[in-house]
């Protein structure tokens, strides 16, 4: 294609940050920009109070342009939300043909990009349409231009074009949610990895599934075919991705999901609900964090994690929070951020998902979390009473088998649910 070397230049970016009190840490948003594809060619900040009119001041606004101007820099991206106005008023001061994305967009670019299933395109594609109403509905002169003049105006189209995506998700069943709600029919309990961006939840879960894939018993689901990718890049994971593990012999559907971000857009989480919420129907949620983030960012992230889990109405006492990458940090440190941790949840286990330490901890404490009810049934000792144990080992847990006459017990622990369908066939 012809624009291939001019696509590569057009991707330098200046990032720009502004906070009412120092410090204005810029990883994350160079973190964020670099997912998305630009090179970052310079950072600027400033430590003031927000400019009703130009979100920076008006020194630094032009201090930017000067910037970008004499190092032919395409785009500016500022780590915050820029209301329409100061929006207008920055793009007027940066040289022509300046790019000016900030936060929202930025994340949304990079979920656009990173998409690759129908349903996930599909709403991030609504998302960003959403957006741009908001624009549209926030910026007074605009706004109320479209709203008079409504139909044939580009706020109808946004609506319309909306309107449009919704009934192609209605038509587009999502498979995960099917085929997790059947699993857990048949005597799976339900794990769902959660947590900030980049905390290392692909790398727990492939470290936690058994070899098998799914997809290797089961219809294909795309869902559970994809492997989980592992990336040192934010939002690197989109899609769901679903594996097996069996913990003391109990079947479990690890699921992992998309990483959190501060403001991440509070629709386009809910537009990912499917995803997210899978939090808040599951028997398990691991909270993964990196332990070997500064204290303060992990502080953060640890919120932002949380408050997106209540958001989702996850009940906290099913929630396990993991610190991840201890292999990367000491002793005294790690006594740091479990007693952050512990303060804002409870006590954590702490992994090293690359390394392995203490994975078995981990599934101890995910198993004293499962759901169990501990019976003994009794079946009639007759030729259907092998495929009935054998089936009793692969959804239960047997702890002991005992033949005495025409009665086999079978001492079990397991779901609820699953001992009650189990009991009420044998008797
Ligand atoms: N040192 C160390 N690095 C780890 C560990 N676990 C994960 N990583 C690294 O952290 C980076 C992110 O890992 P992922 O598993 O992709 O993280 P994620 O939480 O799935 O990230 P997103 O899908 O982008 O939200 C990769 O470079 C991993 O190799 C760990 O225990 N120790
Ligand atoms: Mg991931």
Redesign the pocket.
Known sequence: MQHSNTTMQQKDALVAKRRSESPVDTDEIVALATAAGYTVADTVTQVRHEDPGLYFGAGKVDAIAAMVGSNEISTVIVDGELTPAQHRNIAERLPDETRLIDRIRLILDIFADQATDTRAKLQVEREQLRYELSRYEAAPDEGWFNRRTEKGSPRYDLLDRIDRLKQKLEETPHPGVRMRRQRREQGFDLVTIA??????????LHRLADDLELSAHDDHHQDTSAT??????????LETTTRRVTIRGRPVLCT?T??YVEALPHRLIASFSETLSEAASADVVLL?T?G?DEPDRYRDKLQVSIDVLDEQGVDRSRVIPVI?????IDERTLRERKALTTGALCEPVA?????GRHIDRLLQRIYEHLPVDRRVLELPNEAAAMSLVSEAYETMDVNDVTYEGDTIRLDVEGRPSVIDTFEARVQ
């Open positions: 947590g900030y961006t980049n905390a290392g939840k692909s790398t727990l989980a990718a592992i990336e040192d890049r934010l939002f690197k994971t992992d998309v990483g993964v990196d070997s991840n990458k201890i292999d990367r992994i090293s998902a690359r390394d």
